[in-house]
């Protein structure tokens, strides 16, 4: 039995098209249960749905044999995995965003950052000779220079829409993000063939 980590929402959407497109499963979870445990009935895969943010710790400590999860989430974390081939799918950037008239350069003081992304927030002012302030948040992150808790935010962003909606602007890209497909060592030894037709069946596949 092969087990594969998913994180819930969009991703693991995108992500069981993908496996059923390859043949990997016979039939999609349904999407209104509350189960975060599936076996497809072909019995070659059960899929584990977890926060993204857990999918690699799952699968660097055995409780899967391998994951899909986006690349930000692996470079923000310290993981000991492998990580064979990017997919097709979970294009996003991880973006710094703040109020319109931000400038950078204006800032002499310690920049407060409101972000999910403490260690890859930290690396880029870094590199820019800044030091910042970081406010670790786990969700709206919008609203945080809305209403002065931050002076900007370091997120990530898809179409850009929730920004505009709240009235705030990218200014820089940090990093580009799609889908990674990542390993257990140990799995990859045990479960070499499985893991090698499941790196072949979706890093050919037309996802278009």
């Known amino acids: 039995m092969f087990v594969l980590a998913l994180p819930k929402g969009r991703l693991a ?3 069981i098209n993908l496996l059923y497109k390859a043949k990997w499963i016979s039939e999609k979870p349904n999407e209104k249960s509350k189960e975060l445990a599936f076996l497809d ?3 070659k895969l059960k899929i584990l749905l977890v926060r993204a943010q857990d999918v690699p710790t799952y699968v660097e400590q055995s409780a899967a044999d391998a994951g899909i999860v986006g690349w930000d989430v692996i470079r923000e974390g310290s ?3 492998v990580v064979p081939i990017a997919l ?3 294009e996003c950037r991880l973006s710094l965003a703040a109020k319109s008239g931000f400038d950078l350069n204006k800032y002499q003081r310690k920049l407060r950052v409101a972000t999910k992304y403490p260690h890859l927030a930290k690396e880029y002012f870094f590199t820019k000779g800044m030091s910042c302030e970081i406010i670790k948040l786990y969700g709206s992150i919008e609203l945080a220079p809305l209403v002065g808790l931050s002076d900007c935010i370091v997120d990530l962003v898809e179409t850009g829409e929730t920004l505009r909606a709240n009235g705030l602007k990218e200014y820089d890209t940090i990093l580009n993000s799609t889908a990674r497909f990542i390993v257990n ?3 990859l030894y045990t479960k070499r063939e499985e893991i090698i037709r499941f790196i072949n069946d979706l890093g050919e596949l037309d996802v278009s």
Do not use: M, V
């Open 41 to 43: 009935p072909l019995g």
């Open 13 to 15: 959407e995108e992500s």
């Open 79 to 81: 993981y000991d995995l």
């Open 185 to 187: 060592r140990s799995s």
């Open 88 to 90: 097709k799918i979970g």
